[in-house]
């Protein structure tokens, strides 16, 4: 301090902006800060270099170097022993041989085309919820694909799919009829009674009638236990995961509710089905349900346990749902009550697009487990592709076939949930507008 | 206090009327045992602008939150606009739509952009067609002057800004009276200014007014009656050149020492 004479400055002329030096920008000061930053991190490098050298050397002959094009594991091993002089490489003729099945599962091989077909409108169905820049029309098509899927993959005529999604609009009817006198609960009720009465009472015997008459749109009628392989798993994922994030958004603001009733009733399922295995509650939708269901009901397995995994997920995507739901600030319900806004159009407008944002990492979490956990219906005697793998080993031809089969399963599961999680980090970038 | 004076304000605009805009009678409120406001009256003519003061904890956000039902009172009657106050859904959503209110964390929805918080009040409760509510939406944004921010996040915009806009989105519900609770008091000292300016541009046009802050250069240039409450009851109202130069009750002086600084 008391070297300078005098504390006051005035800066004269303004600095221009410099570039900085060149050591501080590029791939070298990339590999100088990340790899060899100082000598434990350099030892690690390398540590790591060879490591990944080692494991590369031995698993690419094995991988690149198999066989694509046999009948049998014996005649692959044949082929390989003429090659190279060992066996000591993939048979992946196990995969383009059983390719078909491996997809379709005992699906009838001239009907893979409706399989291909309901697989491509799956696509095509799913792009407008997933970008927002595809044309607002193909919502259409999102809205009818669910019957679609059903007579696509069952067979039979279009009356049985049509007749179920009437029942959804006479439910709609029914709502918006009540909807002008009384209240939401009221209107909901009378829509479900509606629908019920129409799929219990009066859907079967039309259905029956229209077919006798009129077959129209007939499809050869495929069985539940037909399907299998990839095919299954995407059908039960894709159920599971449409239908469970608005059941877990239902039961998250139940769980909030001021209604003692709705309250105790959300959070004993969510507590009950999250405490209960997922295999549990196969178990239960394959053998028991049976049990309880009056005695001719055919209440198709797929259908069951599709509602079982749905249930599972969405006690668990409710639960992420409440933890996006508080991290809102109070401040967002009382500037929507403020404006007038109701309770229903508060939630659809202000605080679930907010919620849902903050939770799209646990949300997508919970979808692509419950992707993967689809592979546990092997144990209630689907045949998805982990069952198929046991069946092929089961024929002598394949018997012995380990690692090729897993390797691909796994490559195809890591593919899908892959793409999904890619897909929620460009979705929560897209969505960044608070610029904290 | 630090409020610039060198907006002249013409006073002989800021005109009451006779008619009763809010009417509050013997209310009571409980937070459980807690008893938080204490046999309120008021009643507040149109085109009043009273300001609410007193220390932190007393119940001013409480009391003027009771007005739009963000809390319930559980005892005594509160009337807006003739519209009494119970737990009749209608009347509530009735009085919520003619009520404006700004808090003082401007609560704006971080998801949608100005106009579009501006715009969904309008459509959605009050049924008006997109292009029109754009256009009101447009006028109230150039009366706070931000039109050119229409299209950002409210995220992208300063702490007076987004005041500002808060402002905005409740004047499109073209409420027929307005409540501020404490709307400065997260703001840096520069953007103080640009708000209780919009403020006091909406009471030169004679919107009822419920003001909880701690502004007490605006409360001198544009109140008409000054509230002090303490411990949820209502000690001292007065104009407010008495209110500052001559207050009546010992808390009072209390706290105009404290808030004066002298
Ligand atoms: N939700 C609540 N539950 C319980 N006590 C509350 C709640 N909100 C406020 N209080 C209490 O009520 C009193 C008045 O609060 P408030 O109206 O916010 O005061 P002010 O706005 O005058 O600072 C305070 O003592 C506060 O702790
Ligand atoms: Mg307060």
Redo the contacts with the bound molecule.
């Keep these: 301090m008391s070297t300078t004479k005098s504390l006051s400055y005035v800066r004269k002329e303004i600095l221009e902006q410099q570039p900085a030096p060149r050591s501080q920008v590029g791939f070298t000061r990339w590999v100088r800060e990340n790899l060899f930053s100082g000598w434990f991190n350099s030892i690690l490098t390398l540590v790591s270099i060879f490591v990944i050298y080692k494991v590369a050397a031995a698993a690419l002959p094995w991988l690149l170097g198999g066989v694509w094009d046999a009948s049998s594991l014996e005649e692959c091993r044949a082929v390989l022993n003429e090659r190279f002089g060992n066996t000591h490489y993939a048979c992946w003729a196990v995969i383009t041989e059983r390719w078909n099945q491996l997809l379709y599962g005992f699906y009838p091989d001239t009907e893979y085309w409706r399989a291909n077909l309901a697989f491509f409108l799956m696509l095509a169905s799913l792009a407008p919820v997933l970008f927002d820049k595809i044309p607002r029309k193909m919502l259409y098509l999102t809205m009818a694909f669910p019957f679609l899927l059903v007579w696509l993959v069952w067979g039979g005529t279009l009356w049985g799919v049509i007749s179920v999604a009437a029942g959804f609009v006479l439910g709609g009817v029914a709502f918006k009829l009540v909807d002008r006198y009384g209240s939401m609960a009221l209107s909901a009720i009378a829509a479900v009674v509606v629908a019920a009465i129409w799929w219990l009472f009066i859907s079967p015997s039309v259905v029956d009638g229209l077919n006798a008459f009129l077959p129209f749109g007939h499809l050869q009628e495929v069985q539940s236990r037909d399907l299998g392989g990839f095919m299954i798993c995407v059908i039960i994922g894709i159920s599971g995961i449409a239908l469970s994030l608005p059941i877990g958004i239902v039961l998250a603001l139940g769980r909030q509710s001021d209604l003692f009733v709705v309250k105790t009733i959300c959070v004993g399922f969510i507590e009950f089905i999250r405490g209960v295995p997922l295999i549990t509650l196969l178990f239960t939708a394959s053998l028991l349900l049976n049990y309880f269901l009056p005695p001719g009901t055919a209440f198709d397995l797929t259908l069951r346990v599709i509602i079982m995994v749905t249930l599972f997920s969405s006690a668990y995507m409710a639960e992420v749902i409440r933890g996006g739901l508080a991290a809102l600030p109070k401040g967002q319900y009382e500037a929507a009550d403020a404006l007038g806004l109701d309770y229903w159009k508060a939630q659809r407008l202000v605080i679930m697009p907010q919620a849902l944002k903050i939770s799209i990492p646990g949300i997508v979490n919970t979808f692509i487990g419950l992707f993967k956990d689809t592979t546990l219906v092997m144990f209630i005697g689907i045949y998805d592709m982990l069952g198929l793998s046991n069946a092929i080993r089961a024929n002598s031809a394949w018997n012995g076939i380990y690692w090729e089969l897993f390797i691909f399963i796994g490559l195809v599961f890591w593919i899908c949930c892959f793409a999904m999680s890619r897909y929620s980090q460009w979705l929560e970038r897209k969505l960044r507008t608070d610029h904290r | 206090m630090s409020l610039a004076q060198d907006r002249a304000i013409d006073r002989s605009k800021l005109t009451v009327s006779d008619e009763v805009a809010i009417q509050i009678t013997n209310m009571n409120k409980w ?2 045992e ?1 008893h ?2 204490r046999d309120i009256n008021l009643t507040v003519n149109r085109g009043e602008r009273i300001v609410i003061a ?10 003027i ?1 009771c007005i739009n039902r963000l ?1 319930e009172h559980q005892k005594g009657k509160i009337i807006v606009d003739g519209t009494e106050l119970t737990s009749d859904l209608k009347n509530i959503d009735k009085i919520r739509s003619e009520v404006g209110m700004c808090f003082q964390h401007f609560n704006l929805f971080p998801h949608l952009t100005i106009l579009e918080n501006c715009t969904l009040a309008p459509m959605w409760v009050r049924k008006t067609p997109k292009r029109e509510a754009e256009e009101l939406a447009m006028h109230f944004l150039e009366k706070v002057k931000i039109p050119e921010q229409a299209d950002k996040y409210p995220g992208m915009l300063s702490g007076g800004q987004q005041q500002r806009v808060a402002i905005a989105r409740s004047l499109c519900m073209q409420p027929r009276i307005m409540l501020f ?2 709307p400065t008091s997260a703001l840096d000292p520069e953007m103080i200014k640009e708000v209780l300016d919009t403020m006091i541009e909406l009471a030169e046009e004679g919107m009822t007014m419920l003001c ?1 802050t701690h502004e007490m250069g605006f409360a001198r240039q544009v109140a008409n009656r000054v509230i002090f ?1 303490d411990q ?1 009851q209502i000690v001292e109202q007065n104009e407010p050149e008495e209110f500052f130069n001559n207050p009546k009750s010992e808390r009072t002086k209390l706290f105009l020492s404290q808030i004066l600084g002298h």
């Design positions: 937070y459980g807690f938080v406001l007193g220390p932190s904890g007393s119940g001013k956000s409480t009391m939150r809390e609770d404490e909880v409450m949820g």
